[in-house]
Structure formats: C-alpha cells, structure tokens
C-alpha cells in the first residue's frame, strides 16, 4: 500500500514529468515554478531516486554514446545495470 503524501509537500512533488521535463531540445530542464519552490531540492532527489528517475540517467547514457564518449559495449553495461536498478526498485515498492 503506498504512503500517504505529506499534506506539506505539493501534488507534484517527485514526478520526475513533471519537476524534471524534457524540452523540445532533447535534455531536461526543471520549470520556472519549481525553481521558487522551497521543497526544490528534496523533490528533485526524490525524482531521480524513483524508478522513473533511472529513466533520466538511461538518457546521459544515451546521449554520451551518440556523441561518441563510450562505446558500445560501456553503453550496453551500463543499460543493463541500471535496468536491474530500476527491477529491484520496482519489486522492492511492490
């Protein structure tokens, strides 16, 4: 059963969709909004520590592979590595 949310804390708070959107231009970018918030900080960790925030560090993989930082084999370890990150956390929320 998943814990209620902190009556203090927004609706928004850890959606990585919405605190930590992608932009036309293919990268993230967090909103106006967010950066005036005082809950910024906390919420965009825990964002980045749901299993959807794996999502966001698959995409650095990807993006350091297109631009010819690592290569394949370093690509397709690290994917795998963070697909069994984002397993274990969806089993462990289950």
Sequence with gaps: MPMPRDPKKPDCF????????????????S???CMACVHKTDCLRAAIAN??????REEVVDRA???KNIGFFERWSRRKY????KEKKIRKAE
Aim: net charge negative.
């Design 14 to 29: 850890g959606v990585i969709d919405v605190v930590f959107p992608l932009k036309e231009d293919g990268l993230r970018h």
């Design 31 to 33: 909103p106006d909004a």
């Design 51 to 56: 299993p959807d925030g794996l999502q966001v």
């Design 65 to 67: 592979y297109a631009a």
């Design 82 to 85: 963070l697909s069994q990150l």
